[in-house]
């Protein structure tokens, strides 16, 4: 598939430290976050996302609120969700609520859903986690209905039916890009294929060509089903500093207070030195010097015949200072470097 190759970011909104390793609060890691979307946007980058959780170390709960600030001070980055978890939220709410960041950054907004990697908005909103299939699958076909921009008609088992129902606001433009996330299902990637949507890969651990097999399988589906041929983005995690040994000394200590947490509730070994060396040598972590990222960069896009990739910036307590000098050489070094590459 030939298409243009476009660069964004991610960021979950991690709760971050100062670099005196004082604790930052939600409210100001929100602001900040603000803030690197606007060098993002100063930079040319493409597309910044913002992912949904709800839990105390993640700032962000309501990515779309957040996007809304952003949409009004930026002129041109696309703005999107990094997933938003569609399984505990109402299709109908979504979409009006993107509908609106679209409204107010004049046509710039997308939509990730996806099933989240995390499971806390589930007791939350009260939703039962043994339809936990059930409730994707059920919203993703009503939130088809509603990228129609028409009168719905739609009927499931989960809630009640509409019958030429309108929904307010509609796109200015008619249309709301809207991909789905995966982590590395098939039966996700044929989902994606099936509904017509673009896919997002998150690659987040592991040597990336593993997932050329799902780069193939969405291309064959989509033929399959006679759908046209759509992009293919990555989303994996990475940090950029002036130097390979700096990049490695600035990020370890912060990404392993994340790993180890994370790792901590789901069962895993607490993380070494060695794991993260493999990770930035064969795997899926983007970390070194511009000249390091651009190479691994270009390689990967090469390999997986991608259209967009999405560098997650943030890295649990990782400073706000540290992530815009990462963004900056990421926007003015990495990118231009990966250009010249491919072409």
Do not use: C
Request: proline share 6%; hydrophobic share 40%.
């Amino acid at each position: 598939m030939k298409m243009t190759v476009e660069f964004g970011l991610d960021t979950f909104g991690d709760v971050t430290v100062e670099e005196d390793g004082a604790a930052v609060s939600q409210a100001q890691v929100i602001r900040n976050l603000v803030s690197e979307a606007v060098m993002a946007d100063e930079l040319g980058i493409d597309f910044i996302g913002v992912g949904e959780h709800h839990r105390l170390d993640f700032a962000v709960s309501a990515p779309e609120v957040v996007l809304a600030g952003i949409a009004t001070a930026t002129r041109k980055i696309h703005l999107g969700s990094a997933v938003t978890v569609l399984s505990s939220d109402d299709p109908i709410r979504v979409f009006q609520r993107f509908a609106t960041v679209d409204a107010l950054s004049n046509g710039r907004a997308e939509v990730i859903l996806g099933r989240g990697s995390f499971t806390e908005s589930f007791p939350l909103f009260g939703f039962d986690l043994g339809r936990y299939e059930q409730l994707f699958e059920e919203k993703l076909d009503l939130f088809s209905e509603l990228l129609k921009e028409q009168p719905v008609t739609w009927a499931g088992e989960l809630r009640p039916p509409l019958t030429e129902q309108n929904v307010y606001p509609r796109t200015e433009g008619g249309h709301l890009k809207t991909w789905i996330g995966v982590g590395g299902s098939p039966e996700s990637v044929v989902r994606a294929a099936r509904y017509g949507m673009p896919l997002v890969l998150a690659i987040i651990g592991g040597d990336p060509a593993r997932f050329a097999p799902y780069v193939d399988l969405f291309h064959r589906a989509l033929a399959q089903l006679e759908k046209p041929d759509l992009p293919i983005a990555v989303h994996s995690p990475g940090f950029i500093a002036d130097t390979d040994d700096q990049a490695a000394e600035q990020y370890w200590s912060h990404h392993r207070v994340m790993r180890d947490r994370i790792g901590a509730e789901r069962g895993w070994p607490p993380t070494t030195k060695d794991e993260f060396a493999n990770e930035i040598g064969h795997g899926s972590i983007y970390l070194g010097s511009p000249e390091t990222v651009a190479r691994k960069l270009a390689k990967t896009i090469s390999t997986l015949g991608i259209q967009r990739f999405d560098l997650k910036y943030s890295a649990g307590t990782l400073p706000h200072e540290l992530m815009m000098r990462s963004i900056e050489l990421y926007g003015s070094k990495v990118i231009p470097m990966v250009k010249d590459m491919l072409a």
